[in-house]
């Protein structure tokens, strides 16, 4: 069990906030992607579902989370002490295996593929999702042998290393003919996936560089907090922006009469 | 960090109440927009969703400061004292820094202006939103060195001045062509929203004044919730209005064919 450390007031504060930033953009998001599905064409809409399935289960992790940090601490003279209750960091495990495989999907579903190459690649993707975090997880929750921690980072990285293949050398080969307006995007994409989810090998090496949970535990929990935003609601964004320029495209774009 | 003074049981129950009325307004607001959609173009209804996604994160915002204010009161010999708990004030600037952005994405998405044209006026209102609410924080959090107080306040209305400029002297200029009804709303709602935005500067430096935070409490309290309102619902209220001005204009309003 990870053992929580005492924080000052200011930096109990920067969490709290910091979660609840990250419920208020999950929420939000979610009502953005499911009102916004009327702005794009029918073939689209599928992936904005995802994209507001995938915010709307992470939104109610996060309730979960900001609960359970509030009830893990207790407030002694002005600073927050450890309260005794665990804070349930699983949480985030059990969010990522819902939602890492949608983000995957919303991916594939806006680009509207052939229903063969897009199932072969959807299965393909979805496998290495849920290895890549079944690793991971026995690695996050092991504290005392670093050696072992290493040895499950290492095999969860395999599959991450593979979905980046599939990503960019397969999925590159099927959108040559997109417009250049959705390649850049698809480009941005893929490049907000990199980076937000570079965050979380990142944060899992913490302990085995030597950096104490204890003292990086507020950089940790922003980090996931900022993380998850960005590759939820920016990348839900970025795949809403796809929608809208591949309707633009191929004329499927809603719109009044007056304005066609 | 900020000292809360004790209350009345009067001014308890003031607080209390204009707390609870500001969630009413929100969450309702959050129903209507979302519903209003349906009364205006298609091409306007973006804008609607964005006074919903406002509204929507005020509200659930104003929930979680009514928690944290009735959490850090407790009645003693009727009247309330501090609990120790603290109060929660930097809800209102996690709120600001999604909802202020949202605010000025509504207004440009109503005008419906040319893509090039909207998404760099776009831009430079949400980084200058961005820095001002950022920098007017740190200011904020400053109860005892009233001259940083006064720094960062300064630096904050830098961006500020720049909105307005942008807003009036740019957007004024491409709206020359709209209806006179639409020209008339969208002066009404810029003026909306300098008068509402004045009110936190103005509350910002209260203790500068030498109005201490313990006796103007009550006020700033009352003062932000209901200029929250005005510069939420009363804004969105107006942009709604907008789009009904705008869709008659182009004949994109939605109606049966019995009142075609």
């Given amino acids: 069990?990870?053992?929580?450390?005492?924080?000052?007031?200011?930096?109990?504060?920067?969490?709290?906030?910091?979660?609840?930033f990250t419920i208020a953009s999950m929420l939000s998001s979610f009502v953005f992607f499911l009102a916004a599905r009327q702005q794009v064409g029918v073939a689209y809409r599928p992936a904005l579902l995802f994209s507001a399935l995938v915010v709307g289960i992470a939104g109610y992790h996060y309730l979960r989370i900001f609960d359970s940090f509030n009830d893990a601490y207790t407030l002694v003279d002005g600073a927050y002490a450890p309260s005794g209750k665990p804070f349930n960091d699983a949480y985030r495990y059990v969010d990522w295996l819902l939602t890492v495989p949608l983000l995957l999907v919303e991916l594939v579903a806006v680009l509207h593929l052939s229903k063969a190459?897009?199932?072969?690649?959807?299965?393909?993707?979805?496998?290495?999702?849920?290895?890549?975090?079944?690793?991971?997880?026995?690695?996050?929750?092991?504290?005392?042998?670093?050696?072992?921690?290493?040895?499950?980072?290492?095999?969860?990285?395999?599959?991450?290393?593979?979905?980046?293949?599939?990503?960019?050398?397969?999925?590159?080969?099927?959108?040559?003919?997109?417009?250049?307006?959705?390649?850049?995007?698809?480009?941005?994409?893929?490049?907000?996936?990199?980076?937000?989810?570079?965050?979380?090998?990142?944060?899992?090496?913490?302990?085995?560089?030597?950096?104490g949970m204890e003292t990086s535990f507020v950089a940790v929990q922003s980090g996931y907090a900022f993380a998850d935003v960005a590759a939820k609601c920016g990348y839900g964004l970025l795949i809403f922006f796809i929608a809208r320029a591949k309707s633009e495209a191929d004329g499927s774009l809603p719109q009044d009469k007056a304005h066609a």
Same sequence: chains 1, 2.
């Fill in 1 to 20: 069990m990870n053992m929580l450390p005492g924080l000052a007031a200011s930096q109990y504060a920067l969490i709290y906030n910091v979660l609840s």
């Fill in 117 to 211: 190459v897009g199932r072969s690649m959807l299965i393909k993707l979805i496998i290495a999702a849920v290895l890549m975090i079944g690793l991971g997880y026995p690695g996050e929750a092991e504290y005392t042998n670093m050696t072992m921690r290493a040895v499950w980072g290492t095999l969860s990285s395999i599959p991450f290393v593979y979905i980046l293949y599939v990503l960019w050398v397969q999925l590159g080969a099927q959108v040559k003919n997109e417009s250049a307006a959705v390649q850049s995007l698809l480009k941005t994409t893929r490049v907000v996936l990199l980076a937000t989810w570079g965050v979380y090998p990142i944060t899992f090496l913490l302990p085995i560089l030597g950096i």
